[in-house]
């Protein structure tokens, strides 16, 4: 029985990159990390330190910076395909490009109703990411958002679950929900309007997660799922990661107070951890 | 020669803690972090592990959350002098409480021009922060932002500065200016409109930044400061850091291409440290 | 075309539990942090809010804390198959039971060569690592580090690689090799002596590492499995992340300095990032 | 009453830098990070952005690479208080420089009782620290630990403290102690062998945490300090800070179990916090 490589990739990580788009009337500023993984014909690499078929980490990162002077002009849906397509283009040995890209959001500033021409705030945490794979198969264009903190403070409960011996859980009908949600979505064309597309489905999570009677998260995130595949033809499935961030009463009864479910203690560990895909049949 | 004590503080630090206050329309959702540090006649409990005198942190933790039902209604300066007073009048041998408080911000998501009732997104890093100072020589209130991320594209430059043996860097008048930016700031009372000076002096610390055509960090630091100081009597002094969020023009040149100011490398490490107090005389 | 439930999971993450097995002449120190990942028949908690197959992610935090009581007392390869099997057996709708867990390392203080009775120090963030998954298919061990920091300052080079326009990266034959590795690897039975051929297979990797004559990192990390799937043959497969850690030469000669290979900036982003998996035909 | 600028300073943070200095025998691989902080002259780079006293913080990191080719040699100490040197005696406005300068723990890999020659293994996150200070004043040299995390399974109680209405926390001669350490001490001279006395400073920190009979972390704080005092006589005063890493035990009883002290939650947040100085009279 012989040893062999299996599957494998390499790449450059975090290739940190800002540009200015200058306007007539503004500056439009943007920052993203971008992700290079290939794969490919790379197996003599691997076992005998032979070279010639790798295209340097430090190579893929200039290539990134240099095609965003002509190529990152709009979506980094747009960015992350043409980057693909240029890898896959101009190494032979590479048979998948995947591009990874996830954008910094910030918000020009606001004086008296009106958007400053270069100032700008941080928009948050919240990430716009973008996946994109070009092989022999083809293209699969995959967008999202990481890092979508939200919550609501009732129109939530957990009742009738399975009890046992360690149960000591009580039952709820008004919680805090609370999750820092991981959402990504494919589409069915790598042709699309990738940033109306996504501004509409980011609005529809968010919606439906505001209006839901949430009975679990798994309701909840089934429904914000359902809602997005309802409303937007051009995507074929989505996928939610919801971590729970638990927001646990405090007990003031032991201090002959009332907990009008007004006081709780915010906890990051443990959590609990719920991820659902929700699909066309 | 003896050996002593000297400066010794103890207390409870991330009294994480949520609260709902519910109104006629809607619920406001408070997210806050709480630290209690104290001061006063603990020797024997380091010389000799006399604990009488020692109000445990668990029991300063319990304490915070159970005087938030009744008085965190307002600002988080208003409920931290709460705590201070109450830790000093209920402990003796305590002859300073200091309470450092750090507010998330949350905001009520929005869909179709209406505020919902009771569903948030995060407002991001940005935290809202106050420290009381309770002592025998009285009250002292701080007030301050952490993690303000700000960035403006173009109205900043440095140049005419010291050229030694060791530099390499380009004088510019056109570079990106990022920061990071923690701000604090006294007043002169502990009885002022804490909220609405907030949001007062954050306006001013963007607007200035926004407007202001830097020579350096040191220079816009000092203009948000002074504005600052000029417009709100309230407040004593302003203390200012600022690192440096460097956006490094990536070198196009080397490709036969031409880096108009557009194509940046975003670096966390090394960075530049500002840090600057503006008073009055 | 219907829209309905794909692939999901729940379960509770970072459950961290720490354990004093007392041994007569010293006391043994553990802390992990557990994850619990089901899988079963949850669609209608998903579709219409049914609980009533859903054991809480709190109960199953309380499971691992009193399960701990007499099932942690060696390995936590033993501990995670008796969670596994646990939480498959009480539970009905539960299909798959995957267990992680994660063991900080700490060893006992030495002092004038003898180890300390109950007084301990960090052993760093290297983390050994177990996966338990049990399904109708039967139960699968993984094994791994995580945080596997490591480096050589030579005989480790990088040549006759690819150029094109975009190449800027010098050919070197020497240069300093550092990655925080994360390695897993499944055992082909259930059944082996966890704890030796964990220290035996982590030797054989640090041991290969280093005595390595790396002409990239893909060749020392095949080499490093390699040497692994060789040794033991209890090892199915080996996977290995190698994200390097780059030391990158300072220009010295821009001041009229000699960087003899001795002088370097440590970089974190962007990194270069290397997987693969050695497998056996 | 006008406006005008108090205390400021500015400098170079997190330069991270790596240095191989070869022996004979063996490769030493040492990794810091500087921090450069400046005091001076620079009001008029604050009031009216003259940068004409100002070395660019750029220059500054490029000043710590090229000098660390001859000056880092031995200790961190030692290349702190050549910077410091430097960066007064070459540029007058400046009044005061401060270094700090935190070193990662590396070791030589062992394998069969030996070292080899050039590959290392992290030694985890504890770090040396210096800083030195040097003003018209004079000299002063701090040495320290950050990140020691320690902890001992017994001889460590809480009991006799103040019991109030908020009060539930369960008295115990009998807990886990952990902590991650800040430790600082001053040197009453800037030549003395720094090495050596790191060594032996961290040992008696170590040993009087392992073996003191702690009533609370601030007795075994003072015990820490005193003893580091009374052995060394060049230590001036040290300085502790002492996060609690709380260790709870887990309530086995409402499962009809019982806990013998063996199973803990870990937690992180909300954590007690000690800080203490120890000094000569």
């Given at each position: 029985?012989?040893?062999?490589?299996g599957?494998?990739?390499y790449?450059?990580?975090?290739?940190?990159?800002?540009?200015?788009?200058r306007?007539?009337?503004?500056h439009?500023?943007?920052?993203?990390?971008?992700?290079v993984?290939?794969?490919?014909?790379?197996?003599?690499?691997?076992?005998?330190?032979?070279?010639?078929?790798?295209?340097?980490?430090d190579?893929q990162?200039?290539?990134?910076?240099?095609?965003?002077?002509?190529?990152?002009v709009?979506?980094i849906?747009?960015?992350?395909?043409?980057?693909?397509?240029?890898?896959?283009?101009?190494?032979?040995?590479?048979?998948q490009?995947r591009?990874?890209i996830?954008?910094?959001?910030?918000?020009?500033?606001?004086?008296?109703?009106?958007?400053?021409?270069?100032?700008?705030?941080?928009g948050?945490?919240?990430?716009?990411?973008?996946?994109?794979?070009?092989?022999?198969?083809?293209?699969?264009?995959?967008?999202?958002?990481?890092?979508?903190l939200?919550?609501?403070?009732?129109?939530?409960?957990?009742?009738?679950?399975?009890?046992?011996n360690?149960?000591?859980?009580?039952?709820t009908s008004?919680?805090?929900?609370?999750?820092?949600?991981?959402?990504?979505?494919t589409?069915?064309?790598?042709?699309?309007l990738?940033?109306?597309?996504?501004?509409?489905?980011?609005t529809t999570l968010?919606?439906?997660?505001?209006?839901?009677?949430?009975?679990?998260?798994?309701?909840t995130?089934?429904?914000?799922?359902?809602?997005v595949?309802?409303?937007?033809?051009?995507?074929?499935?989505?996928?939610?990661?919801?971590?729970?961030?638990?927001?646990?009463?405090?007990?003031?009864?032991?201090?002959?107070?009332?907990?009008?479910?007004?006081?709780?203690?915010?906890?990051?560990?443990?959590?609990?951890?719920?991820?659902?895909?929700?699909?066309?049949?």
């Amino acid at each position: 029985m012989s040893i062999k490589l299996g599957k494998n990739t390499y790449g450059k990580n975090s290739v940190n990159l800002s540009k200015i788009i200058r306007h007539p009337d503004y500056h439009e500023f943007r920052q993203i990390s971008v992700n290079v993984v290939l794969e490919g014909d790379f197996e003599t690499a691997h076992t005998i330190g032979d070279n010639s078929k790798i295209l340097p980490t430090d190579t893929q990162k200039n290539t990134v910076y240099a095609l965003a002077k002509e190529h990152f002009v709009s979506s980094i849906e747009a960015f992350g395909l043409y980057l693909a397509n240029y890898f896959i283009s101009n190494n032979p040995p590479i048979s998948q490009a995947r591009i990874e890209i996830a954008e910094h959001s910030w918000q020009r500033m606001r004086f008296n109703g009106t958007e400053h021409p270069h100032a700008y705030c941080s928009g948050g945490a919240e990430k716009h990411t973008a996946t994109i794979i070009q092989n022999e198969k083809g293209i699969e264009v995959t967008s999202g958002i990481n890092d979508l903190l939200i919550l609501k403070t009732t129109d939530s409960g957990f009742e009738n679950y399975i009890k046992d011996n360690f149960t000591t859980l009580k039952e709820t009908s008004d919680r805090i929900f609370a999750t820092q949600c991981e959402v990504s979505w494919t589409y069915n064309s790598s042709n699309v309007l990738f940033t109306e597309l996504f501004n509409g489905i980011r609005t529809t999570l968010l919606q439906t997660f505001a209006d839901h009677h949430s009975l679990s998260v798994q309701h909840t995130l089934f429904a914000m799922g359902e809602a997005v595949l309802t409303k937007f033809a051009a995507v074929n499935e989505i996928s939610l990661k919801m971590p729970n961030k638990h927001h646990i009463l405090f007990n003031l009864e032991q201090f002959g107070m009332d907990n009008k479910n007004d006081i709780f203690i915010a906890t990051d560990e443990p959590y609990g951890y719920i991820t659902g895909t929700i699909v066309r049949e």
